[in-house]
């Protein structure tokens, strides 16, 4: 019967992934959808709380659970990052090995890290694996089959933790995932799955050259493992029954490998080698036997093996007369290796549906956060371009009271120009709409500063509290320091208040011009014949209406408009050019493992925008050829204007009125990119709001917690050490001394030196024979004398050795 060991799964306790993977989803995927991740939530939550209850099932199933949210970590990991400072999930996790004590667990971890879940999960799922192949039939071919399979999948698991644990936590792990403790339980599940494969032969009835290096195989595996086992730093780690269970099957392993190799020295006529293995796996078995106690399962192979050397001597005495050779010149058995490190393939799970699909990976989101930036900047510098040339034309053209000049030739009514620019103001509300914008400004810019000043209020007092217990604990405050986690949220908070502060300075400068210009946007503002009441009265100049300059000024003013119907053709396309980055830059995350955003921006961008960019120089050139022919047409037309004081006063008036149309326009869109501004800033400031509130909630959580096990810690931990037993109330002393029956003595020291099979969960210690008489239990063979094992002990360097008789290579 075989008996495999089964690693125990670690224990967690439940959380709640919905609010802070929600609160994240909304401050970065601004442009998700609730329903993309609402449902999805709901369902990792319930996955998870599966995941705990279904772990105690020893079936596949139970594993096929384990997989699937495995592999939901696994895909959430580039999406929505659980960390510290990011998405603050605290997982909490018991060490596998800890029995506990009387209060709670002596050695649990909890870190907020999605890589510290990931990694106590494959722990469980190649704990399950172990436990899954452990209870497996091994007469069935399929049994084997399933068992060397999983047994190999836990060791490819384990060999991986041993690597990564490490760079996983970044801090003291529990003693179950300690780098020494993976290695050696990968060691032996692979022992465990070469004696699946060993078991199988049997069952097949191979040959016996290849079950005898199968079984040594299967014995230095177990070798290995014991020696992985026996390290100081986690010896006493393992339940009671492991480590005398693994130096049995090392010895009864090797013990099988002489007897089937035996067997092919008797097929080749060789019957003193034959004897000799025999009596070599006899002496094996019976070391095995020794060391094994209650465990020991090859009780059939020892019979064997015995019935087969007594025939093998006795044919040797009356047949062949054969002389026996020595153990250590008998040819080496040689090794089948068959089991080895199995890791399985990502996902885990053949029937995986990743519940995020539709949320990008977070770094094609923080690839496209950034082209979306690199397009702003280059259709605002682009659309800069244009409108400051517009507002150059514009100045221009006011200063030389144009179109205006061309159409008050009479020098009494209200030039054209001049009406279509008053109603066009009219009917985006004239001053009184300039009026209401600049007095919204300052509530929003306060309700603004008010969430940011919350936002670092929140910051610093976390700050403060961490530092006040960190002072009173001094190191047994082991949490990270605020200041490390708070940085990127300070830095973010620092982006704002400066955005902020740069506003303050636009608004400012958009107040002195509104007032630069208030007089000739009030005017246009009112209706036509209060217009024509305010402007003042000229002679008239009827006899230039026809003139050839005039036409020609007329001709100009017409590309003048041209000109700028054209640039807001240029600046739509600007605005509203469209893009398909995410299937470009999903498709260099998937072949490349990486995004060169920058690259692929830049090729993009370039495809799009050179051909307007082009557009953009050409016309700011043909603007600049256009206003030297305006220029130079106004001075000839001025010339042959008669001019006296009340033409010039009403020409003043109306080169006013121009340049207050055109920066009532241009006050009317910053106002209302500011309003836009400062209403777009505020979800911004929200969320950080949001961020930072919800960061303090799970760091209040934390240090409660901690302020609990602390205190917990503090309880019960005992003033001083209690005074040493009197002489005379003892017993006698040492190992050897009477021990007495009933409760309440303490336990007698472990001898040092040498291998020893004493088990402290028994209630009393074996006596040796001469002493039997006062124990309740019969006698095991506790002592080394008994056991057959060397006085001294295993040796200390390298891998401790079994004593095994009459072979050089052990002693």
């Known amino acids: 019967m075989a008996t495999y060991l089964a690693v125990p799964l670690k224990k967690t306790y439940e959380v709640d992934f919905a609010k802070p993977l929600r609160s994240f989803i909304q401050n970065t995927y601004t442009s998700a959808e609730p329903d993309d991740y609402n449902s999805a939530l709901s369902e990792f939550n319930k996955l998870r709380n599966l995941m705990i209850t279904k772990s105690v099932d020893k079936h596949e199933s139970a594993l096929e659970v384990l997989y699937r949210y495995y592999d939901q970590l696994i895909a959430i990991e580039n999406k929505l990052p659980i960390t510290e400072n990011q998405i603050r999930v605290l997982f909490k996790w018991k060490d596998a090995f800890d029995e506990g004590s009387l209060f709670s667990g002596r050695r649990t971890l909890a870190i907020a890290s999605g890589a510290y879940e990931r990694v106590c999960m494959l722990f469980n799922i190649a704990a399950l694996q172990s436990q899954i192949a452990a209870v497996q039939n091994n007469d069935s071919d399929e049994g084997l089959k399933t068992a060397a399979k999983y047994f190999q999948q836990a060791c490819g698991i384990y060999g991986h933790l041993k690597d990564v644990v490490m760079s996983h936590v970044q801090q003291d792990p529990t003693p179950d995932i300690n780098p020494d403790t993976v290695s050696a339980l990968s060691s032996l599940m692979l022992a465990q799955a070469q004696e699946a494969f060993y078991r199988k032969a049997t069952n097949d009835k191979m040959k016996d050259a290849m079950i005898a290096k199968l079984a040594y195989q299967t014995s230095e595996l177990y070798a290995d493992a014991m020696k992985l086992m026996q390290l100081s730093s986690i010896r006493d780690l393992w339940p009671r029954d492991w480590l005398s269970t693994v130096v049995m099957k090392q010895a009864a392993f090797h013990g099988l490998a002489e007897y089937y190799q035996s067997q092919v020295a008797a097929n080749g006529k060789n019957y003193g080698e034959q004897i000799a293995r025999l009596q070599h796996a006899q002496e094996l078995l019976n070391a095995s036997q020794t060391r094994g106690g209650m465990t020991f399962s090859f009780q059939n192979d020892v019979s064997r093996v015995k019935r087969a050397l007594d025939a093998a001597k006795k044919d040797n005495d009356f047949i062949y007369h054969e002389k026996i050779p020595e153990v250590k010149n008998l040819p080496q058995i040689g090794k089948a290796v068959i089991a080895k490190p199995l890791f399985p393939p990502a996902p885990f799970s053949k029937n995986f549906t990743d519940l995020f699909e539709k949320l990008v990976p977070l770094q094609v989101h923080e690839a496209l956060v950034a082209f979306e930036n690199r397009k702003a900047q280059i259709a605002n510098t682009e659309i800069g371009r244009l409108r400051e040339s517009t507002q150059l034309m514009n100045g221009v053209l006011s200063s030389l009271n144009l179109p205006a000049a061309i159409e008050d030739l009479t020098g009494q009514a209200v030039p054209q120009s001049v009406i279509e620019k008053g109603e066009q103001l009219?009917?985006?509300?004239?001053?009184?709409?300039?009026?209401?914008?600049?007095?919204?400004?300052?509530?929003?810019?306060?309700?603004?500063?008010?969430?940011?000043?919350?936002?670092?209020?929140?910051?610093?007092?976390?700050?403060?509290?961490?530092?006040?217990?960190?002072?009173?604990?001094?190191?047994?405050?082991?949490?990270?320091?605020?200041?490390?986690?708070?940085?990127?949220?300070?830095?973010?908070?620092?982006?704002?208040?400066?955005?902020?502060?740069?506003?303050?300075?636009?608004?400012?400068?958009?107040?002195?011009?509104?007032?630069?210009?208030?007089?000739?946007?009030?005017?246009?503002?009112?209706?036509?014949?209060?217009?024509?009441?305010?402007?003042?009265?000229?002679?008239?100049?009827?006899?230039?209406?026809?003139?050839?300059?005039?036409?020609?000024?007329?001709?100009?003013?017409?590309?003048?408009?041209?000109?700028?119907?054209?640039?807001?053709?240029?600046?739509?396309?600007?605005?509203?050019?469209?893009?398909?980055?995410?299937?470009?830059?999903?498709?260099?995350?998937?072949?490349?493992?990486?995004?060169?955003?920058?690259?692929?921006?830049?090729?993009?961008?370039?495809?799009?925008?050179?051909?307007?960019?082009?557009?953009?120089?050409?016309?700011?050139?043909?603007?600049?050829?256009?206003?030297?022919?305006?220029?130079?047409?106004?001075?000839?037309?001025?010339?042959?204007?008669?001019?006296?004081?009340?033409?010039?006063?009403?020409?003043?008036?109306?080169?006013?009125?121009?340049?207050?149309?055109?920066?009532?326009?241009?006050?009317?869109?910053?106002?209302?990119?500011?309003?836009?501004?400062?209403?777009?800033?505020?979800?911004?400031?929200?969320?950080?709001?949001?961020?930072?509130?919800?960061?303090?909630?799970?760091?209040?959580?934390?240090?409660?917690?901690?302020?609990?096990?602390?205190?917990?810690?503090?309880v019960n931990t005992p003033a001083q050490p209690p005074p040493a037993t009197p002489q005379y109330q003892g017993y006698g002393s040492g190992w050897n001394a009477p021990y007495p029956q009933g409760q309440g003595y303490p336990m007698p020291a472990m001898p040092t030196g040498g291998y020893s099979t004493y088990n402290p969960y028994m209630s009393y210690p074996q006596a040796p024979p001469h002493q039997q008489g006062g124990y309740p239990y019969p006698p095991q063979g506790y002592h080394q004398q008994q056991m057959g094992y060397p006085q001294q002990g295993y040796p200390q360097q390298g891998y401790p050795q079994p004593p095994y008789p009459h072979n050089p290579q052990y002693r």
């Open 426 to 714: 009219q009917q985006v509300g004239g001053v009184d709409h300039i009026v209401k914008l600049m007095k919204e400004l300052p509530e929003l810019l306060s309700r603004n500063r008010q969430i940011l000043d919350e936002c670092v209020r929140l910051l610093d007092d976390e700050e403060k509290s961490d530092n006040q217990l960190r002072e009173q604990f001094k190191e047994r405050w082991s949490r990270t320091k605020s200041d490390v986690l708070t940085k990127p949220m300070r830095e973010e908070a620092a982006k704002y208040g400066a955005i902020l502060n740069n506003a303050v300075q636009a608004d400012r400068i958009v107040h002195e011009k509104f007032e630069k210009h208030k007089n000739a946007i009030s005017i246009l503002s009112k209706p036509r014949n209060e217009m024509e009441k305010a402007l003042p009265s000229a002679s008239p100049g009827a006899a230039l209406q026809s003139s050839p300059v005039v036409q020609q000024l007329r001709q100009h003013m017409e590309a003048v408009e041209t000109l700028k119907a054209e640039r807001d053709v240029v600046e739509t396309e600007l605005k509203e050019s469209k893009f398909d980055m995410t299937s470009k830059f999903m498709a260099a995350l998937a072949g490349e493992g990486l995004i060169n955003e920058e690259a692929l921006s830049t090729a993009e961008l370039d495809r799009v925008y050179a051909p307007l960019r082009m557009q953009v120089s050409d016309s700011i050139h043909r603007q600049e050829t256009l206003m030297a022919l305006i220029q130079n047409a106004n001075t000839e037309f001025c010339n042959a204007k008669s001019s006296n004081q009340s033409a010039a006063q009403r020409e003043t008036m109306l080169k006013d009125l121009a340049s207050g149309f055109d920066m009532f326009m241009e006050l009317k869109g910053n106002l209302e990119e500011g309003t836009k501004f400062y209403n777009d800033l505020t979800p911004l400031l929200v969320r950080l709001q949001s961020k930072i509130s919800d960061f303090c909630f799970a760091r209040k959580t934390e240090k409660d917690e901690l302020m609990s096990d602390l205190q917990k810690q503090i």
